[in-house]
């Protein structure tokens, strides 16, 4: 159902952007974002944006993590610029349904900050 990809390695104040490509319509989707997990932590919030186009983020992240999406491409992406070592994550496209409120899962894609 979602697919993600674009982790790898940064140096810090770098930049990567990972997309999540959806099957099917991503407007069949209440929300779509992104959560990280860092070793040893638990799994977070970073960015989310609803099916009306309304945007939410991590304290965390904000001013340097933009979420958007390419309706036509049904994928949602995440801009992340100024990275510091403590992004360092395996980052999980999510997605709920609009009607049922399922959780949909992609699969991680790593991303590591070098300082």
Known sequence: QLQASGGGLV????SLTLSCAASGNIFSYNTMGWYRQAPGKQRELVATITNGGSTNYA????????????IAKTTVFLEMNSLKSE???VYYCYGRKLFSNRDYWGQGTLVTVSS
């Not at 140096?11 to 770098?14: D, K, R, S, Y």
């Open 11 to 14: 140096q810090a104040g770098g």
């Open 87 to 89: 992004d360092t994550a």
């Open 59 to 70: 304290d965390s992240v904000k001013g340097r993590f933009t979420i958007s999406r390419d």
